[in-house]
């Protein structure tokens, strides 16, 4: 059974704009901390933003800060990611993931307690 499922992705120019969407099932989104990650190809996994339970407050990598914005949508299960400017360094597999106990304590450390996964969008940028 699939609880978050991404999509959104494809193959653009440098200068466009893409915006994923993740999609939860889950009974206790309102609860976790929901975070994207991505992982360009070859390269390890990184957390690009995260959106905190409760009050939703967000946080970006510093690589994407100012063109990366996550938001939120609780009555509809969503976490968005809205990517502007697109760069070719921004290519990758798009992961949103969730963390229900830690607070999200481990997003800019490769997500290790995030222990919901959706199966990936795939970004290209040329």
């Known amino acids: 059974h699939v609880q978050l499922v991404e999509s959104g992705g494809g193959s653009v120019q440098a200068g466009q704009s893409l915006r994923l969407t993740c999609q939860d099932s889950?009974?206790?989104?309102?609860?976790?901390?929901m975070a994207w990650f991505r992982q360009p190809p070859g390269k390890e996994r990184e957390g690009v933003g995260i959106?905190?339970?409760?009050?939703?407050?967000?946080a970006y990598a510093d690589s994407v800060k100012g063109r990366f914005t996550l938001s939120r949508e609780k009555d509809k299960k969503t976490v968005y990611l809205q990517i502007n400017n697109l760069k070719p360094e921004d290519s990758g597999t798009y992961y949103c993931?969730?963390?229900?106990?830690?607070?999200?304590?481990?997003?800019?450390?490769?997500?290790?307690?995030?222990?919901?996964w959706g199966q990936g969008t795939q970004v290209t940028v040329s």
């Open positions: 993931a969730a963390d229900l106990h830690s607070d999200g304590a481990t997003w800019t450390d490769g997500g290790s307690d995030f222990g919901v």
């Open positions: 959106v905190y339970s409760g009050e939703g407050y967000t």
């Open positions: 889950r009974r206790t989104f309102s609860r976790a901390s």
